[in-house]
């Protein structure tokens, strides 16, 4: 089976999904800048998304769930950017109150 | 390489698979990158690159705003705060070997169980049994999103079970509440961001403990002044409260103890408004607070008994009874508070010069 | 234009060696695709020529004196040409602090950028690269990738000075996206479309019909929109990113010989990008002031329904490129002119502008071509309405027109669809249709 000739399913954008997923989960547990786990953050919402999409899409199955995938991954996108910009806030402000930028040296429940 | 005629290749399946092999592979980048900005860079590209295959499964509205929101917006921001803490040492930050394994070890088999869910389901590994029939209006999604955020489902006209017709509202109240959950949050944000500017002189006396303001000392006649204040407008805010109480309740009279003496004030006040006593009460609780405030060595608290006292005159005289009341009222309220100032100016130095 | 390449070019070529080419084959579309890239490369990369060698004279006359009169002529055509010449034999030097991918990597993203946002811009009726039906939302999503190139080659430059001045350069462009997305919605709900080649198609007639003539807020917008689009393509007076007095060059300081032109190309490849969705968007795109090809005169313009190949129509879609063209140049040299008159303005004022004036403004005058158009008051653009813009033309498939039962048991709601009609105005349909649509039962 040439795989360029099969037509594209649904398992096909949940295995990209996936793979974007356990990669920023692994982004997020392994990295140390607190940059670097935000980045984590945003290829997992992006992993959910592309599960939504796919099985929100006329194109790849006759009977999708339509709309709501793509609306729910509007939402997700949306959700998204606001929690960015709050992460990065508080990133900011630890980094100017301890000079640093480490999530190793954040173990004080202190300032 | 088999002979595969032009005509013969899925195109869409060629370039999904080229998509998915940029967002994956930079998405792998990004973990194994340990230059910070490099890490932005290639997560930008995985981020395009998602949106690619968003347009491939026909949301175009959707992969337009990844590109604008996400990339344009997110990432721009997520960047900026790269740039601004990207000092020498903490551009390159590596992990240790240890942590690397068990990442590896819980990520693989994370990734083996998901890939076996998405595979497992008999709609989800089938295609579309009639390809020819995809076009491009599927992908017109952009007018159907908009009435759906209004609230007008037009997608699900037709719905196939009839019982789940009258569910289908619309997306009104997320879309409402996503707008107010942004703005809270992005003013939040802009404020714990924002620059503080802190002088060298100012930490210090942050530094040190507040001090409390010395006070003089208070002749026994205005603590007593104060407090019997306090117990008499208690005593009247209770009294107002069980007239309150007492004209609302629709049991029958009763006809001793208190509940008569109640209803005899009742009948008296009958050509009151019947939010009359409940507002005497809740100003007579004012006065009570406002003696503490006074006691608090705050001037507005005086100023504020004598303007209580005046609005209550006023509440009596406008419901019509008798200005027998109003005097009694007066006489119960105003003449101590009068009496509370002098007794602040009698002291040398006064007290009251002394309040803030 | 694949399938016809498919079928009348590749296929007698491909019947000489005794192949058949099929329609739908992919050569065919690859063609396509080369030659509409060609031609859009074409257009920013002489457009850059042009437009620098235009720079020169205009700043020359402004400034009472004639610019390049040397090379090439009287007038100096080619000027940019030996420009160009000396800066591809320029020594390419990456500093030694720099990070050399991004450093290498940077001006490639931001001509990128710049250049794909000619993808969904038409020149003519369907003579468009990629008819994108969402072709605005596109074109501002896209136009918003352009800063991460700026920020990569300040940031790879390995110095601080071009640091500040990337940095600076991406707060201005990414807080002036605002108000431009708030101008450029204003046409698209005026034509009841995000299709660039509609909202084109919807001013054709007289010049009366065009956007900007449609109420009193979407004149003011337009200035508004030239103000903000002047300041996301970092032109002066909004240009203190490259200001030569304080940064050197700001976030270009580094670069020279060709990676520095590529930079120079994406921002004359921006501003006539933003021109001509000016010129779409409020001027009515290829339509010219009179309407000479159109039903009412010679008549052989492409109908809305025209599949079939016309020279007439050919003919007319010329003209209408031209049309376009002027006006996108005619924008940018206006761009040019407030270069070179106007003083530089500094950070703060730039956010001033943008937060305190044009946001403000922006959104006001949306507010009121919102209530212009449900009001229906009438204005220029109903002296000589060629395509009559009721509130909701009729233009997607499930506006309902009969009345919805109440649904029970017995009897579904039954939806029959209005046929999608591109051109026809129906004010009183849409209106009771979309009261139907509401008290139609769907909750």
New interface residues.
């Given amino acids: 089976m040439n795989p360029f000739t099969d037509p594209i399913t649904v398992s096909h954008y949940l295995a990209v999904g996936a793979v974007l997923f356990v990669t920023g989960a692994v982004c997020m547990a392994t990295k140390r800048n607190v940059l670097g786990v935000l980045m984590g953050v945003e290829l997992v919402l992006n992993g959910a998304n592309l599960n939504f999409i796919a099985f929100g899409s006329r194109f790849l199955r006759s009977e999708t769930i339509g709309l709501d995938g793509e609306l729910i991954a509007l939402f997700v996108i949306v959700l998204a950017a606001a929690e960015a910009a709050v992460a990065l806030a508080i990133a900011l402000n630890f980094y100017n109150n301890h000079t640093t930028i480490d999530v190793d040296q954040a173990d004080e429940l202190k300032g | 390489m088999m002979h595969v005629p032009l005509a013969a290749l899925d195109w869409q399946a060629i370039f999904f698979y080229l998509y998915a092999l940029l967002a994956c592979g930079f998405g792998l980048a990004v973990l194994a990158s340990s230059n910070i900005v490099r890490m932005a860079f290639y997560l930008t590209l995985s981020l395009g690159a998602t949106a690619g295959l968003f347009f491939l499964a026909g949301a175009e509205f959707i992969g337009a705003m990844q590109l604008l929101i996400y990339v344009g917006g997110t990432l721009v921001l997520l960047i900026f705060g790269v740039m601004l803490t990207a000092q020498d040492r903490f551009i390159s930050m590596k992990t240790g070997a240890g942590e690397w394994v068990l990442g590896a070890v819980v990520g693989a088999s994370l990734l083996l169980l998901l890939l076996r869910a998405g595979m497992s389901v008999e709609s989800w590994t089938t295609p579309r049994a009639d390809r020819s029939a995809i076009a491009m209006a599927d992908a017109r999604t952009t007018a159907p999103i908009g009435m759906a955020l209004s609230g007008v489902r037009v997608d699900k006209l037709d719905p196939e079970n009839q019982r789940l017709a009258r569910g289908m509202s619309g997306y009104l109240l997320p879309f409402v509440i996503i707008s107010m959950h942004l703005l809270v949050v992005l003013i939040g944000a802009g404020y714990m961001a924002r620059t503080k500017r802190v002088a060298k002189g100012a930490l210090a006396e942050q530094a040190a403990p507040a001090v409390p303001k010395a006070r003089p000392r208070r002749p026994k006649s205005v603590t007593a002044g104060i407090v019997s204040g306090i117990v008499v407008n208690a005593l009247l805010a209770l009294f107002c409260f069980a007239v309150a109480v007492r004209e609302r309740s629709t049991q029958s009279a009763a006809e001793q103890g208190i509940g008569a003496w109640l209803q005899r004030v009742v009948d008296w006040s009958d050509a009151a408004p019947n939010w009359f006593w409940p507002t005497l009460g809740l100003l007579f609780l004012a006065s009570v607070l406002l003696l503490i405030v006074v006691y608090n060595w705050q001037r507005w608290g005086v100023v504020g008994l004598i303007a209580t006292a005046l609005v209550q005159a006023l509440i009596v005289w406008n419901a019509g009874l008798g200005w027998l009341a109003v005097v009694a009222l007066l006489a119960v309220t105003l003449v101590p508070a009068l009496v509370l100032v002098g007794l602040l100016n009698a002291t040398k130095p006064s007290l009251w010069s002394q309040m803030d | 234009m694949a399938r016809y390449i498919n079928a009348t070019l590749l296929d007698p070529f491909a019947g000489l060696f005794g192949y058949h080419v099929?329609v739908?084959?992919?050569?065919g579309y690859f063609v396509a695709a080369l030659i509409h890239v060609l031609l859009l490369l074409q257009v920013v990369a002489v457009g850059a020529l042009v437009f620098i060698w235009l720079e020169r004279k205009v700043a020359g006359r402004i400034q009472d004196r004639l610019g390049p009169t040397r090379v090439g002529g009287r007038f100096g055509w080619l000027q940019t040409l030996a420009d160009g010449l000396k800066l591809i034999t320029k020594e390419d030097i990456t500093p030694k602090d720099a990070?050399h991918?991004?450093f290498k990597?940077a001006p490639y993203v931001s001509f990128a950028a710049g250049f794909c946002a000619y993808i969904p811009l038409p020149f003519a009726n369907g003579w468009v690269a990629q008819e994108?039906?969402?072709a605005v939302?596109?074109f501002?999503?896209?136009l918003?990738?352009e800063?991460?190139g700026v920020?990569?080659a300040g940031?790879a430059s390995g110095s601080k000075w071009s640091?500040f001045g990337g940095?600076r350069e991406?707060?201005q462009v990414?807080s002036y996206?605002v108000p431009i997305g708030i101008c450029i919605v204003i046409p698209c709900l005026i034509a009841g479309s995000?299709n660039l080649v509609t909202i084109g198609n919807q001013q054709a007639g007289f010049f009366t019909n065009w956007f900007i003539f449609h109420d009193p807020f979407t004149f003011l917008v337009f200035w508004v929109y030239f103000t903000c689009a002047v300041a996301s393509v970092n032109r002066a007076p909004f240009d203190l990113a490259e200001a030569e007095s304080e940064l050197v060059a700001g976030f270009h300081t580094e670069y020279s010989g060709l990676r520095w032109s590529y930079f120079f190309m994406a921002e004359y490849g921006s501003m006539f990008s933003v021109s001509l969705l000016a010129a779409i968007l409020f001027f009515g795109g290829w339509n010219g002031p009179i309407p000479i090809f159109g039903p009412q005169m010679l008549d052989i313009a492409y109908g809305p329904n025209d599949v079939a190949f016309s020279p007439g129509g050919m003919i007319a879609n010329f003209f209408g490129v031209m049309n376009v063209m002027l006006k996108a140049v005619f924008g940018v040299t206006v761009m040019m002119w407030v270069r070179w008159t106007l003083p530089r303005l500094r950070i703060d004022q730039v956010m001033t502008t943008c937060l305190k004036y044009c946001v403000p403004l922006a959104a006001f005058c949306f507010i009121g071509a919102v209530g212009w158009k449900l009001a229906e008051i009438p204005f220029l653009n109903d002296l000589a309405p060629v395509y009559k813009q009721g509130i909701g033309v009729v233009?997607?498939s499930?506006v309902?027109r009969e009345p919805l039962p109440v649904?029970s048991?017995e009897n579904?709601?039954?939806?029959e669809a209005a046929p999608p009609a591109e051109a026809t105005e129906t004010t009183a349909a849409p209106v009771a249709a979309e009261a139907r649509?509401?008290q139609g039962?769907?909750?």
């Avoid at chain 3, 739908?24 to 050569?27: G, M, N, R, W, Y």
């Avoid at chain 3, 579904?412 to 939806?415: G, I, R, S």
């Fill in positions: 099929p739908d084959s992919a050569v990070d991918l991004l990597l994108v039906n969402v939302f596109f501002v999503a896209v918003g990738l800063v991460f920020i990569l940031y640091l940095m991406a707060a990414v996206e995000l233009r997607e499930w309902l649904p048991a579904p709601p039954a939806a649509v509401a039962g769907l909750r």
